[in-house]
Every structure is written in structure tokens, then in C-alpha cells.
């Protein structure tokens, strides 16, 4: 089978978790039996498209106006044109090869109207992989309101998105449950959990630990996107109530709109127990997690939906113990915390907080246990072949 997979960020550029499953999730299906392709936008290019091959997937990069690091209004713009530019620039590509199957990761919720055409032009058929809820997650932070005219214009490619797919796969099982109450498609939605087919690496020389003096700490790491959907002065109240804590570092590493936040506050509160990064490849990132304690997250105590982040799979994958705090109902703590990987709390309750992260820092044990149960969860949960046997079944 001739599989697509159409996504806005892609590797080796991108520092994204959507762009390492999806290159997974390629190599999964490669080495299945399938021919698979990736189309990705790229803002470096001249030409209309360049192809490139990564562990034997063709990926083929469109030329289009930068997608990520822009201001809201542009970046709109500039997405809202991603099937535009896909259809224009490989045009040619289209032309040649003759796909079965189209999977898209969304966010972006621009490909609907690509996936569409192409539905028709081969006869083929779609999946959404359906992660971040947008606009939903907006409009819960106030950042646009539920009846304004950028909701309504979001939500429109939103619905073609979702029109244009055989089968959605949701992230959870409360977010499948909210989707279906919103959106009433339960003929063509289920639950698909995230995936890694990362094993454990072993960092030689400890250099970021070495680079960093952070060699007798116990290091609280934290990778990945740092925007309102996150709420990072979550995590910088944190640091704050550990302050006295003398063999306890908090390291983030990332990029995004709340990165200039957290930098002021940093400096607002002379706070010595933050070190702030900016983002890293993915070899980089991995050997970050092999040489730090305890894999952080957060996620906005606003948001209705219920994410589970990728970043999670990263942490397990090294045996990390995850201490994260989140918006309430989310099932992500109930996973986490009944599979004791962790610890996870709803977001606003600093004191439990701060308190899960005291137990983790004061006992080794309970480290140590909670990173071979963090590394077993993956395993049994979250694996790539469960990713590829649920889509294939989509055909």
C-alpha cells in the first residue's frame, strides 16, 4: 500500500513531538511492506519543492511562507494557505504517484481542503490523527471568544477537516467522549493513543550535566513547546515554592510564545534554580533525558479537552518518573498516576504540587521504581505497532 502522511512540522529541522511520532510512525509503516512519502511545508526553500530521504521515507518539503515562529495573525494566514501551496508546488508529485491511504496530524487544521481533493483524485482514503483541539483551546483561554468571527473562521476548517476524514483517532478516551458530545461523529472516531519506538540511550560523558554544573543536582527537566496552552508560570511557581531546596534544578528547554515569559520571571524573582534553553535537536533532547531525574509537564488549567503530550512518551521511553499538573478530569492523571509512573495533579493546587515533587526529589527509591514503571507503561500502552495496526484498519 502507498501510504501519504501530510504534516506541518517535520524532521530534521523540527524540535516538535508531532514531527518525531510522525517520522516514527513513517518508518513503522516502511517497515511494514508500505511506500510511504511525507509532505511538510519548509519556508527555506526556493524551489517549489525539494525531496529528501530519511531512513528510506521519500520526504518531499513545499515550498510555503513560515508556519511556526510568527505572529498569531500572520501565522493564520500563512497556515491557512498550507493546501494551497501543497496542491500548487507538488502538483507534479500528485500527478505521478497514486496513494491508497492520506494520514494527517492536526494541528494544523489546514490540510482538510488538500485531503479532499486528493481523496477524489485517487480514490484513496483518509485518517486525522486529532491531538491538539483547535480552535477549542483558544477560545477556553480567552484568547478569542466562541462567537467571534476568528472562531467561526477557524471552526469552518476545522469541520472540512474532519468532513474530509474516514476515521479520526482522538488521544484519549475523555477527549474521544468530549469530541463526540461537540461534534456528534462517533460513526468515524476512536481513541488512538500517542506513540514512541524510542529504547533507552546512555549519555557517556554526561555533557549537559557537566556543561550546565549541574553534576550533584537533582535535575526537573522540561521539554518541549512553551505557550498558553501550557501555562509555563505554572512550572516557575514551582521552582519558586523549591527554592530552598539546594540539590534540586529545574531545566526547560524549548521555544514558543511563553518563552519570553518565563525568561522575565526568571530574572523578575532571581530565581538560581531555573536553567532556560532554547530548543535542541532531537539526538540533542534524548541525551538531555538520559542525563536529568524527572521528566516535567503542564498543562493549562482552562483547557475543556483533555491532551495527552507527546512529551510524555520521551520521558517514559528513558524510565523517567513524570511529575506534571494539569486541567481537571483529564485522564492523563489517572493514567499516569494508576500505573504509579508518576505523579500528577490539577493545576492550581501548587502545594500538591510542590509536595509530589518534594517525594521525588527526597527519595531515590520512589524514583526509581516510578522510572521502570514510567518505561513499562510505554510498552504496554503506547506503542507504534498499535498506532499502525489501527490506522491500517481505516482501508
Known amino acids: 500500500m502507498k501510504i501519504l502522511l501530510l504534516v506541518d512540522d517535520y524532521l530534521p ?40 530521504e530519511i531512513d528510506e521515507i521519500d520526504v518531499y518539503r513545499f515550498r510555503s511562507p513560515n ?17 494551497f501551496n501543497a496542491y500548487k508546488n507538488l502538483k507534479p508529485v500528485f500527478k505521478e504517484n497514486q496513494f491508497h491511504l492520506i494520514v494527517s496530524y492536526s494541528p ?13 483524485k485517487w480514490n484513496a482514503k483518509s485518517y486525522l490523527i486529532l491531538r491538539d483541539l483547535f480552535p477549542q483551546w483558544v477560545i477556553d483561554h480567552g484568547l478569542i471568544k466562541e462567537k467571534s468571527a476568528i472562531a467561526s473562521y477557524f471552526r469552518k476548517f476545522e469541520k472540512i ?28 472516531s476512536e481513541v488512538l493513543y500517542n506513540w514512541s519506538s524510542e529504547i533507552p540511550i546512555v549519555s557517556e560523558d554526561e555533557k549537559y550535566r557537566n556543561k550546565l554544573n549541574l553534576r550533584d543536582k537533582l535535575v526537573l527537566f522540561y521539554g518541549g513547546n ?12 514551582l521552582a519558586e515554592n523549591l527554592k530552598d531546596e539546594k540539590n534540586a ?6 521555544s514558543g510564545n511563553e518563552f519570553a515569559l518565563v ?8 530565581l538560581k534554580n531555573i536553567t532556560l534553553l532554547e530548543p535542541v535537536n532531537q539526538e540533542e533532547y534524548r541525551l538531555m533525558l538520559s542525563e536529568f531525574d524527572v521528566g516535567l509537564f503542564t498543562l493549562h488549567r482552562d483547557h475543556s479537552t483533555h491532551n495527552f503530550p507527546g512529551k510524555l512518551l520521551g520521558y517514559m521511553a528513558q524510565g523517567l518518573p513524570i511529575l506534571g499538573s494539569v486541567n481537571p478530569g483529564n485522564d492523563v492523571i489517572e493514567v499516569i498516576n494508576e500505573a504509579r509512573a508518576g505523579l500528577v495533579s490539577v493545576n492550581g493546587n501548587d502545594h500538591e504540587l510542590m509536595n509530589n515533587a518534594l517525594k521525588l526529589i527526597e527519595d531515590n527509591r520512589i524514583r526509581v521504581k516510578m522510572g521502570k514503571s514510567s518505561e513499562s507503561l510505554l510498552q504496554d500502552r503506547f506503542s507504534v505497532k498499535a498506532a499502525v495496526y489501527k490506522i491500517s484498519q481505516s482501508v
Open 67 to 83: 508556519v511556526k515562529d510568527e505572529s498569531k495573525f500572520k501565522r493564520a494566514i500563512n497556515e491557512t494557505a498550507l493546501s
Open 226 to 237: 512553551m505557550g498558553e496552552a501550557q501555562d509555563m508560570m505554572n512550572l516557575v511557581r
Open 249 to 254: 534544578h529545574l531545566v526547560f528547554a524549548g
Open 108 to 120: 494544523s487544521i489546514f490540510f482538510g481542503p488538500l485531503i479532499r481533493k486528493l481523496k477524489k
Open 263 to 270: 525568561k522575565k520571571a526568571i530574572e523578575e524573582k532571581a
Open 161 to 188: 477537516n474532519y468532513k474530509a476524514a474516514d476515521r479520526i483517532g482522538l488521544q484519549s478516551p475523555k477527549n474521544l467522549q468530549w469530541f463526540n458530545e461537540k461534534f456528534g461523529l462517533t460513526n468515524k
Open 13 to 52: 529541522h523540527s524540535t516538535k513531538i508531532g514531527a518525531k511520532m510522525m517520522h516514527e510512525l513513517a518508518v513503522a509503516f516502511f517497515k511494514d511492506g508500505h511506500q510511504v512519502a511525507v509532505a511538510t511545508p519548509d519556508y527555506r526553500i526556493s524551489s517549489k519543492y525539494e525531496l529528501d
